[in-house]
């Protein structure tokens, strides 16, 4: 694991976004697994802006989101993959095809696969240290499949799904080993919120109370974080 800190939350977005554009631009075929959440805004904002203005070619890349709710509709607000067209598609005047989203019942591991497998992973983190919708008990076998939604998350996502008749409780997320077969994986923790599960994270490995600590053994992942949601001790190195 690498652990890159950023002096503040717009140093570790930036780091991010720094690490995507290279990708992008070394490998204009290539596959990228997107994540939501509040924690990813920043990040598409700058990642779209420094995009349009070295005018990269995206045309062959697929995206391939990482969860969405069920029973939310398409096109809502607070489903995911309204928020992937509207800060990642859209800007960069993507055709819709590329994106991908999991839903009930598709052979998403099979079209991952079939699109030459992740070959770079954008994470958040849920506060209790979910990855995806991978909540806790979620082992290090799972594939994409349906999930449901733990009380925390629904808690702290409540805003965000704020205007809908009824509360989804359910998802469909790629599963903790469809996230570890991607090549490379970026996880960006930002904020007070996330310390505590980056905290687990830094002490333990493979557990399924806490699936963020399943990244531990992948050799190509990174955690980028702000000081905030950095344990008291990684803050003095
Ligand atoms: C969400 C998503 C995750 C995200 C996490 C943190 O519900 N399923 O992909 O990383 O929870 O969200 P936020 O960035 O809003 O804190």
Avoid at 26 to 55: C, D, F, H, S, W
Avoid at 56 to 85: N, T
Avoid at 147 to 166: A, I
Wanted: some cysteine; hydrophobic content about 40%.
């Amino acid at each position: 694991m690498r652990i890159v800190k950023g002096q503040d939350q717009a140093g570790a977005v930036s780091f991010m976004v720094d690490m995507i554009f290279n990708h992008l631009k070394e490998y204009p075929r290539t596959v990228i697994g997107v994540a939501t959440g509040n924690t990813m805004v920043p990040v598409y904002a700058e990642l779209t802006q420094k995009i349009l203005e070295a005018n990269l070619d995206l045309s062959q890349v697929k995206w391939f989101a990482l969860d969405e709710y069920v029973g939310v509709p398409q096109d809502h607000p607070s489903s995911f993959r309204f928020y992937l067209l509207k800060n990642l598609i859209r800007p960069l005047k993507l055709k819709e095809s590329s994106l991908f989203l999991p839903e009930v019942g598709s052979y998403y591991d099979e079209m991952i696969q079939r699109a030459g497998g992740i070959d770079l992973q954008m994470l958040g983190v849920g506060v209790n240290g979910h990855i995806g919708f991978n909540e806790p008990g979620s082992g290090r076998q799972t594939r994409t499949r349906k999930v449901k939604l733990d009380t925390k998350t629904l808690e702290s996502n409540r805003l965000d799904l704020k205007g809908l008749p009824e509360i989804p409780t359910e998802a469909v997320s790629m599963g903790v080993g469809t996230i570890l077969e991607a090549k490379k994986i970026l996880l960006l923790a930002t904020g007070h919120s996330k310390r505590e599960a980056i905290h687990h994270l830094m002490r333990f490995e493979d557990r399924e109370d806490c699936p963020v600590t399943f990244l531990k053994s992948h050799n190509q992942f990174t955690l980028i974080a702000d000081p905030p949601a950095l344990p008291e001790e990684y803050l003095k190195i």
